[in-house]
């Protein structure tokens, strides 16, 4: 990868950390599917070095990035671990392992998205993340629809001679029930 003209000013310019976006699913499907690569790895175009045009360099021709884990997410020794949670459009920042070669990133954290989050098509352009059978539930600002959906679901299957006496909403749902004699 090569270094950026001084005259550009982008995150990242004069040390080694970045700004990315995830890749399609596509262009990462081996590694995906578990049927080639290893570790925990994705596609990142990198703001600033590689081109928004993806005629100039195609997104399956871009380096995997490693992705670091937090503390509290396990290494995978005695089955402690976690397995990230990024997915094509999403922002990810991250820094170069090799300093000024600039040939091994690894992504060492995300920008969450909002409400305000606004989606494109191009290389650079946040994307829902949505693909093939995996389709949007509309969550996304709709927690309180979908907790009631749950507490409908719960009720019907778990509670059948249980009444729901008070539901509270705040950061959790709260539910007080009692059972019918």
């Not at 990462?28 to 570790?39: L, N, P």
């Not at 920042?93 to 989050?117: H, I, K």
Request: aromatic residues 8%; glycine residues 14%.
């Amino acid at each position: 990868m090569e270094k950026p003209s001084s005259s550009i000013k982008f995150y990242g310019v004069g040390n080694d950390k970045w700004l990315g976006i995830v890749l399609s699913n596509s262009a990462q499907r081996t590694q995906i599917e578990g049927t080639g690569g290893f570790g925990l790895r994705v596609k990142v175009a990198i703001m600033g070095f590689h081109s928004s045009e993806e005629g100039e360099l195609a997104d399956d021709e871009i380096t995997y990035a490693l992705v670091q884990l937090g503390v509290t997410d396990g290494t995978g020794a005695t089955n402690r671990q976690r397995t990230i949670r990024l997915t094509q459009g999403d922002v990810v920042t991250g820094e170069f392992l090799d300093g000024s070669a600039r040939q091994q990133p690894v992504v060492t954290g995300c920008l969450g998205r909002t409400s305000g989050t606004r989606y494109g098509k191009g290389r650079f352009e946040s994307k829902t993340g949505f693909e093939g059978k995996n389709k949007a539930l509309g969550l996304l600002g709709k927690q309180k629809q979908m907790r009631l959906v749950l507490l409908h679901v719960f009720q019907e299957h778990f509670l059948e001679d249980l009444e729901v006496i008070k539901v509270q909403e705040n950061q959790n749902l709260q539910i007080q029930i009692k059972k019918n004699y």
